[in-house]
Structures are given as C-alpha cells and as structure tokens.
Nanobody
Framework: QVQLVESGGGLVQPGGSLRLSCATS????????VSWYRQPPGKERELVATITSAGSSTNYAGSVKGRFTISRDNAKNTVYLQMNSLKPEDTAFYYCNAAHRFQPALNYWGQGTQVTVSS
C-alpha cells in the first residue's frame, strides 16, 4: 500500500522557520522524484520545489528560492522541506508528490499539512 505522510506543519510567525517531512512507503522510493506543492486559500495548487530521485538536482519556484531547501534521505524513504524566513504569503496547505523518474504519469500524493504564517 502506497503511503505519503506529510508532517511538520503548524503556525509560525513571519521570519520563522518550519521543517516539513514527507515519509513514504509502499513503492521503490529511489526511483521517484519528489516535489512539494502548496495550495494557498482560494488559489490554485502550485509547485514549490522538486528533487530528483538520486537527490542530485533540485529546482525551486522563484517565490521560495533562497528561503526553502528540499532534501531527501533515501535510506529513510523521506523527503524534507526546510522553510526559512517565512512570509504570510507562504500560508498554504503543503503536499508532497512522488513521480516515477521514467513514467511521471505514475505518481502519488500525500494528504497534506497546513502551514500558517501569521503574527
């Protein structure tokens, strides 16, 4: 059974930090690129960051570049999103997605975790 479980969300003040985790099971993790997406209230879901299956390459949305860092631990089947210098506009529901490196149509979603940045 495929599972992606996000954790680490919560309420944080502007300028603060959070570390999200996406723990996975049920598939061959090191064959999958993993991305973090987010959906702000009343808006479309958007891509935040992606890391390749081996962790050798990463990409970020312009709005988070320099503040967020995506990483993975293939031994633990887990991907992380370190979020620093958080802004109110980072408030959103954050999801992880795992996509097969050769068949990206084969992909899985987690249930998401809420991040709220507010004073």
């Amino acid at each position: 059974q495929v599972q992606l479980v996000e954790s680490g969300g919560g309420l944080v003040q502007p300028g603060g930090s959070l570390r999200l985790s996406c723990a996975t099971s049920g598939f061959t993790f090191n064959l999958y690129a993993v991305s973090w997406y987010r959906q702000p209230p009343g808006k479309e879901r958007e891509l935040v960051a992606t890391i390749t299956s081996a962790g050798s390459s990463t990409n970020y949305a312009g709005s988070v570049k320099g503040r967020f860092t995506i990483s993975r631990d293939n031994a633990k089947n887990t991907v992380y999103l370190q979020m620093n210098s958080l802004k109110p506009e980072d408030t959103a529901f954050y999801y992880c997605n795992a996509a097969h490196r050769f068949q990206p149509a084969l992909n899985y979603w987690g249930q998401g975790t809420q991040v709220t940045v507010s004073s």
